[in-house]
């Protein structure tokens, strides 16, 4: 009898402590080699001798130049692109408590997508004010299917149905766009699939703030989200104001998927693989799963990027077609489950 | 620190079926919407955006075939783009223009419409018949034309751009009118339509073309032999300083880049799509191939604002600045009057404008085609023989 006892006490491998250690390092590996591997692969020849000394020493080369102002900055910013998505499509799978709310299908994107192809299509040389107008239009999207959503509270199910209208709504507005200005679309149509063609260190300068910003506040998000998760009326009791807390995580969430939309389009479906994989490989804390997502978001989107640019090379695929075609037999999977 | 509930505890079985029903729906939703953004891109160009299945050969060379003609006296048949034969019995008298370029050899060979879709400035018609032509029955956009006005206008002949849409051509193949799907970029396609159109209209306009086409091969002829033997090499940057789209040898500027010797670095490259002219590029390509002069091609309204902008685009994103060209302020913006629809009747000048952009020094003078109406032979300002760093005279408005 004790020792049937003891058996049912014995903590499931998946929460020792172990066996997070474990995840987390495979995901720190993945990314860290997911960017010397971006940073190797390359149209341009460089041999390994030549990056080394090059980021030891960087000369006035072409070579230089290319490693520094094209390679560089384009994976780092895959990788910082890959961890705002994903803690977006953390946090606001648990605000929603719904695990299909990512800020692609709830809408936060396609209203910055939007708001970001008004500006290229209408006032291409007003170009550098995409991404306070993606932020606008992340807002005004969570906004309304806040407005939408709205009975008596916030219930998931209600947030998810109208975030699908919304982006409906601003897909539709993205496909009017482009039906009227024909003639203008080419520029346009890139930054609906997600590209990373051409990006250099502004637009790394442009999300940074915001990844710092979501990385350091995470810890402190932990707990509501966690909250959240146990019921309204429970996270009530416990003494969390909880429209507030849902208020104010849907705002980090929106201003990390704009970051990321307005420097490098639509890009979809990071938000909602990875961190629903980091909670299928382990099923702790948020705050653990918001961290993790982000390494691992990082890691997902430099490893695609450079598959991207590499496997028709010189032809630069966007990496957004990639990313549907890796989330697309993921879906099935999930409904398979 | 515990670990939080997830999500299939917190509700009960009903909720969970209710939940795997909204999945399956929100998964079809999204899946096909992420098909769709992958198919509509990077495939569209301006041109073409449906894929068409031709009767005939599938395949890119499928929708550009320069118009052919046969016979020189009524009966004529047809031959378009697309393979399609339109027989035609006696001159047109009705007839309706979908795209501005065939609608300028028209007018330009002496030809009238009775309907059009709203044409732009860029294209050039003659000043005196700018009024009439203002005042013809609109037929709406160019690749979404008024279906309805068309049948109105009663035309006995169409002529379209092979960017119509397949449904628009089905629709418009069932009016009772011959139908003549034209792709006007390369130069083969240009002295084609002449000579069609020519024969068409028949009478002086016949003289008119042939005197056209002898203007064209004798400007050609004039240009190259004067291109100097080392041939340089350019790349044709469509659009964006984002999106590194390459034009290629069958787009208006890549042929005549072609036909001038000068080596497009994009050259012989797969397009994007079936029909397209572009192919998306890595910017490491650009490094490693150096061109040694930019081309630039840009939507935006103005000649002056679009080449403001692209330089601005262009100096500000350091990734630009590895590229040896760019640096050394080798770029040059192509003009929408000759390089966005084709330029009709101004082709020498336009073959004129890419041969000074490529060698200054050999051909020191170019008009600005933006300086006054419609008109590029004529007048219009010439630009320095060196370009100073940073800036272009501005078009007169």
Known sequence: MARQVTAEHRTPFRRRPIYRAIVVTVFVVLLVGGLLAGIRSGTYPLSPAQIVSTLLDRDGSVAARVLWDIRLPRVLLAAL?????????????????????????????????????????????????????????????????????????????????????????????????????????????????????????????????????????????????????????????????????????????????????????????VGLIVPHTVRLLTRCGQRYLILVSALAGAALVVISDTFARTVASPVDIPVGIVMAAVGAPFFLVLLRR | MGCAVDFDRAKGPEVTRLRSVCLLGVAATVALAGCGQSESSPAA????????????????GAKDRPLSIEGTTYPLTVTDAFGEKVTLNERPKRVAMLTGTSMSIWYDLGGAAAASVAVTDNIKLPEQTRAQINALPKLGQSFQPDLEALAAAQPDL??????????????????????????????????????????????????????????????????????????????????????????LDQSIAGDMVSTLGIRNIASGRTPDAAGSETTPMDLEFLAKEQPDVILVTSMIGSNAAARETMDKQLKGNPAWSAINAVRDNKIVFLPQQYFLYNPGSDYVQALGYIAHAVYPDTFPTVADPSAGAGSGASGGATMPATMPPGSMPSARP
């Open chain 2, 158 to 247: 169409v002529i379209a751009d092979s960017g119509l849409s397949q449904e628009a051509r089905s629709t418009i193949q069932r009016l009772d009118a011959g139908v003549l799907i034209a792709r006007i970029h390369t130069y083969e396609q240009l002295e084609a339509a002449y000579r069609v159109y020519g024969t068409i209209l028949g009478g002086p306009a016949t003289a008119t073309a042939d005197q056209r086409i002898a203007a064209f091969t004798q400007g050609r002829k004039q240009l190259k032999d004067k291109v100097p033997g080392t041939p340089r090499s350019v790349a044709i940057v469509y659009v964006t300083a984002k999106n590194v789209a390459l034009k």
């Open chain 2, 45 to 60: 160009s301006g041109t073409s955006t449906t894929s068409t299945a031709s009767t005939s050969d599938v395949g890119s």
């Open chain 1, 81 to 269: 692109v890959g961890a705002n998505l994903a803690v977006s499509g953390a946090i606001l799978q648990g605000v929603m408590r719904n695990p299909l709310a990512d800020p692609g299908i709830i809408g936060i994107s396609a209203g910055a997508g939007f708001f970001g192809i008004v500006i290229l299509v209408l006032y291409p040389q007003h170009q550098p004010f995409v991404p306070l107008a993606a932020f606008v239009g992340s807002m005004a999207a969570a906004g309304l299917i806040y407005v939408l959503a709205w009975r008596d509270g916030i219930q998931p199910m209600r947030v998810i149905l109208a975030g699908v209208a919304v982006s409906a709504l601003f897909g539709a507005g993205i496909s009017a766009m482009l039906v009227f200005y024909s003639d203008r679309v080419q520029g346009a149509l890139v930054f609906l699939a997600g590209s990373m063609s051409a990006r250099s260190w502004p637009e790394v300068a442009t999300i940074l703030p915001y990844t710092m910003l979501g990385l350091l506040v995470a810890p402190a998000l932990s707990r509501p989200l966690e909250l959240l998760l146990l019921g309204d009326d429970v996270a009530r009791a416990v003494g969390l104001r909880v429209e507030a807390a849902r208020l104010g995580l849907t705002a980090v969430a929106a201003l990390l998927a704009a970051s990321a939309v307005s420097v490098v389009g639509l890009l979809g479906f």
